[in-house]
């Protein structure tokens, strides 16, 4: 904000509107427009997250469920209420990279997780619709 004027341009474009110039002195006052993020929901971990996909489908729809993966292997499934559906130990040596999305030809959700060290691994697969086996 410069002189009750909120800037909604360049510095130059509102001097210039003010009709001041650049030998004025302004004082120049900033304000937040939005508070700090707060945390709604905190899960607690024994290992460090690596990565985190949500579950991603071509219709424009909200993610419903999402996956954790460690740095210990393991990859967890969770719900949009961050309730822990599954658990896979040791999927991979760290889990570097994930996708986990709805194939409408297979009618189920799919997860591809991959890893690099030691050895470059890449992991297809399928949730079943009761989240027990996966």
Partial sequence: MVDN???SSTISELLDRLSKSNE???EVYYLFALEKPKPKHTS???EWVSLIAPLTH???EKAKSY???FMNGDIKLFDNKHSELLKVSS???AVSCALYFKSDALGCNV???GSEAPAPTLVFSQISDDRKDL
């Fill in 5 to 7: 004027t909120f800037l």
């Fill in 24 to 26: 004025h002195t302004i």
């Fill in 44 to 46: 607690p971990q024994d």
């Fill in 58 to 60: 071509f219709v424009n």
């Fill in 67 to 69: 996956v954790a993966g």
């Fill in 91 to 93: 999927m991979h040596e």
């Fill in 111 to 113: 997860l591809v997780s």
